[in-house]
């Protein structure tokens, strides 16, 4: 029989805690983890809780103490300031001298003698002495004293109840069979561009300008340089680059995905390698790694990242075909294996043997093209397919880069099945790609964004929102015109804190397919050179950078947590709000959104608002009209109580973005009212 | 590096899992667990699983293949077939010679050339070879030569289809970096009446007999012997009997928990220990230990098991306070401590310290009064108010207990909150008293008996439904005359697979509270010998023994596994079913049952019937009438669809128990149809 059995505090339920702890929760730097637990005791003892929490690899931990909030259920947070990783767990005893102080009181309330039971509590005191320091010892022991020994009974009662003193014995209970939580779980902690951020996908190949005929030439970083303040002007923190490195000849594809290349055609990017190099080296035509870097720079000085794109796939004249052929597959004809995803052949692209004899010099060296990169001053990455590699390899890979880089951010491309996508981001991808591009209606919107948001997925899951891709031009975006285009955009930039266009495709309307029923573009970037005119007149540009500066003044649009949908009578209507909060949890800042999904219609209807989430009416007592501020439109609305008309025309703004102000000035706020 | 990194499936989700594998599910003897996990491994290869399983203790593992769901999600079953424990988990692994025909086929089907690919598929088959034995090894390469030499690709394609390739290559399929899920999940596997058991609760001092005026004298075990027939008569398999033991003298309650007792007042059996012993003693005026065993013998014979009341708490006389000092706790004044939940003192009873300095030698005295009982042919246990002693005791003691003895079966007698009741549960408890008393209203019903059986919950905690105890005149029952009675009683033996009364005072009507708004009975058995007359014509004894016919004669009413609440468009009928299954799943036997709530009124409404649930129409697409018959009243109605008329009067019979019958005859039945 062990001493451990004696622990009478039992703790079950912890929240948050992913996969028994086996996986971490995330964070930004600044945010706090709520933690709650289940924890209980036979009998009708009380109990005392804290929560223990410290950064990753430090000794001690920090103590916040827990707060019932009934049906033994306790909560208490902690702040996370700084980047990397914490630990929490949670700890509780059985507090002898607050079960008694309890006791007492419902003892004299029901007019009992308590002169044995102050006799009792004064030898809790004693006990409290013998662990306590010098002069708290000294005090204890007085008040001991004076529970059982002074005249007046109702003082005696008055000291075992008064605060000093069970605060007094608080500091020095006895914790010796406290229970401890059996686990440490863990938080990731990200900076606050893991949870808040504008993506801008283009192909630097095609940054050289030129007109509708077609491109100049060949764009370079330099070309690149001279887009980043039209970039910046759209209000973007992150320029996403395809792979930039040697694209190789064997194979290629050419235009459209044809199967053969034409003399003169650039091939696709993701073939990476060729003579020149592979996975660190730079395609020739875009410039040199001393150019590269002067870009980050020049970026990052205008508040733009550079976010490469990691392609663990190789064309078959990448340097290592020849230098490492143990980690490819070879076909019983002599011949290396391609990629293929039968009965689809990717015969430009060679994929890495993971399971190789020499795996362990093989994700070695893949481990490296990370820290490569990162020591050109990359910190974001977007990963290719990470679903075809191993999730194991990422865990090692992940976990080795974040411990020391912990600023790196890593997006996930993947569209697999819906348990793999999660268990990438559990294992530690700091962003996802997701499902949004195929969520349309107001029913899918609301589950798939309600799961995102308010489940369990939020702890580890942070979505980022693309409404095109180079892979993916959705149907909505083919068939609904500048309208369709407009929604997705709102919708990205309001639903998720991070989203990404690729452009200039998107910010044109770029939606012809190369065939009827697939998603991707006619004269896709991805097999040639492009030209763009950026300064066409329906361009979006100016729409997007208006929302994305509502963006940036608006904290309820930088966090996914407080995501709510509100009710409209309309099925084309879809209404959600987003909302910041103070430490003390009181709203401060309110966006609530309403978009016609239809792209031919104008749609109307009746909000169903939930004002207790908005921070109108959190009592349900206050039915004083608020004013609604459209964002978009500068116009203002005063509405009153959960009804309220909308109306939506796709012929000019399918979307309102209202800041909500908490409620209008009436006559009670002039002066001389009163 | 770890070779386990290269594991690429992944195991998750396994479901049944109780708090991370920490509890076991149960089962009882004969049943099946259906295990399901989400498996998944990178890229697009074809996985294999299997569910391992095997009796605690034993070495090997049994394998059962695991199909797929669809969306990664895997399931299999396995019987446990002996009582004790069992253990299970899950394994999965890349099938290479199964992707491998997976594409094969696709290619086949595009139309490509496949000569290289049957050339991999001969080299797979080559290495399930050097992992077969020699005779299917021989076959191996003989399908191997095939696949790359025969000259008709048609034939060599079907050879590498044919379904007996596919086993021959999956019996020596290369399992060794197959994944193991992390952890063996334990599976407690108890006797029938763990499940289903039907239990009658009465004071044996009062088995005497006598009149209306007073009890003839303090009854025996004797006058339990004459009692059985009775009981057995009604239905009952279960015989409980508050504590058997001398009852202490010091503090001793009078009637109606009088603070004085009188010279001739017996106590309260729960008042445990007195000069003639403790809690291995038995009552003189019971009877001997002898008498104990015979009695035992008896009941065992007409099919009804003894359970005994384990209550660990003494009376101050008890002999272990003079012999275990140093078991209890002192107050500053020298006397003991006694029971007290404040301002309530309970001093006729002092606890034991669970944490004194002698807790090993306690806790060891105590599972010996188990062993003791259980040497006396005694299996069942009600525990009482488990929840007021540390409940590691119980996982120490009941897991040690139930490890010798797996056939024994423990009531938890814990109304207490409902996280240490399910915490009782878990921890090893059988059975559990629970809030069934309490839940009057359609709403709380459903939503209650819905937590209980179709959630995890489903997967421990096994609830007794009780709607009265000596401690429990519920107000439904003081105020609601026969038809309440009969109302819970039958809700109480067709909501639970398992249900008690506590009688005579159930089966006579006893509902006179001791006072207004409170819940103990007047006159109360548990402070004095009270006599009934057992003859009375309005007793529900044969309400009782048809209700307790139907349980045994449908096996739907001996689960709670399948319950399903059915629409009545009126709040005051309550409906539901349960069904029992064919192995294959199909519905072989289905009661429905309607209770009208109301003890006053008549209720009439209209069904909404699941008739899927009740496997009358599985695919919505039978509308053939059906019969159901009232196994209440014999009474037969022809239904069809979900929509009929039931009308309950609470002055007759205020309930349905109907057997479905699938379907009624009709013309097509008849001989000369066709």
Redesign the interface.
Known sequence: ?DE?????V?I??VKPEI???RFPVKRVVGETVTVEA?L?????DALSAVLLHRPEGEGDWAETPMEPLG??RWRASFAVDRLGGFRYTVEGWIDRFGSWTR?LA??V??G?DVA?DL??G??LLRDAAGRAGRSDARVLRGLAAALEDDADPERRIALARDPETTALAGRWVDRS?ATRYSRELAVVVDRERARFSTWYEMFPRSAAGGSKAGPARHGSFADVEARLDYVAGMGFDVLYLPPIHPIGRTHRKGRNNARKAARDDVGSPWAIGAAEGGHTAIHPDLGTLEDFRHLVEVARAKGIEIALDVAFQAAPDHPWVAQHPEWFRR???G?IQYA????KKYEDIVPFDF?TES??EL?QALEDVFEFWIDQGVTIFRVDNP???????W??ALGRLKQRHPETIFLSEAFT????MY?LAKLGFTQSYNYFPWRNGKHELTEYFTELTRTEVAEYFRPNLWPNTPDILTEALQIGGRAAFVQRFVLAATLGASYGIYGPAFELMESTPRERGGEEYLDSEKYQLRSWDLERADSLRELIGRVNRIRRENPALQSDRDLVFHGVDNDQLLAYSKTARDPRGEVENAVLVVVNLDPHHRQSGSTALDLGALGIDPEGMDDRPFQVHDLLTDARYLWQGPRNYVELDPASVPAHVFRIRRRARTEEDFDYFL
């Open positions: 029989m451990t059995l004696k622990r009478r039992l079950e339920g996969d028994c702890g289940d209980f005791a036979d009998g009708h049906n033994d006791d419902k003892k309330e029901a009992q044995v006799r009792i004064a030898g069979a076909r019983p004809d011949t293929e995803n039968p009965p399971e795996w362990r994700w679903h075809t590699k191993p999730l194991r390899f865990v090692w099945r819906p348990k793999v268990r």
